[in-house]
């Protein structure tokens, strides 16, 4: 389980490392339109922080899952496949939908992760509470701003989508069959 860790810390040193040493960081964040021209933009998006406030954010939302996952015994394989598919397929499509959306920072794997988490978890705290409770957090501040300001609450809601569906792709990966492992019996 200390591989999670060190890949959390790795990615967190690369987050910071980017935001405070590349004073244009702007140019790694992706969107379909910057896509055509300059495709390498996908792989460096979740590098990319907006302000200090989104770094901080993630550093501690990947510190949080790293932890969770740790405690959980979820695989450092099963970690990863869950971070890379979220970071990596979910933009595609949502991109698509939502066109003028620009996409920044690792927070799709984050939420990616804590799906996974919170389905194997169940039996610490059942899904009944998780689930609902964490769909009122994640949507929490849209519906704040859709209260206070009307439509001024779209991009919060677009980026409330991205971090779903990020959700979603962790939790549905819980039902994928994973093959066991042999258990080697030693005799002494």
């Known amino acids: 389980?200390?591989?999670?860790?060190l890949f959390v810390f790795a990615v967190i040193s690369v987050n910071i490392l980017v935001f405070f040493l590349i004073p244009n960081s702007s140019?790694?964040?992706?969107?379909?339109?910057?896509?055509?021209?300059?495709?390498?933009?996908?792989?460096?998006?979740?590098?990319?922080?907006?302000n200090t406030l989104h770094l901080i954010e993630n550093i501690v939302g990947l510190l949080f899952v790293g932890f969770l996952a740790k405690e959980l015994d979820i695989s450092f394989k099963t970690f990863l496949i869950v971070y890379f598919v979220s970071v990596f397929i979910i933009p595609i499509?949502?991109?698509?939908?939502?066109?003028?959306?620009?996409v920044a920072g690792n927070s799709m794997g984050i939420f990616g992760v804590l799906g996974l988490a919170l389905i194997k978890g169940r039996k610490l705290i059942p899904q009944k509470i998780s689930i609902p409770m964490f769909l009122f957090?994640?949507?929490?501040?849209?519906i704040f701003k859709f209260v206070s300001c009307g439509m001024c609450y779209e991009e919060v809601f677009k980026s409330d989508v991205f971090h779903f569906c990020g959700f979603i792709c962790g939790a549905l990966v819980t039902f994928v069959p994973q093959p066991k492992t042999k258990q080697i019996l030693r005799v002494s």
Request: glycine share 0%.
């Open 27 to 50: 140019i790694f964040m992706f969107n379909l339109n910057d896509f055509v021209r300059e495709p390498w933009r996908y792989l460096t998006f979740q590098f990319f922080h907006t």
């Open 1 to 5: 389980m200390e591989k999670i860790l």
């Open 93 to 102: 499509p949502l991109s698509i939908i939502f066109s003028q959306s620009t």
């Open 137 to 142: 957090f994640i949507f929490s501040l849209s």
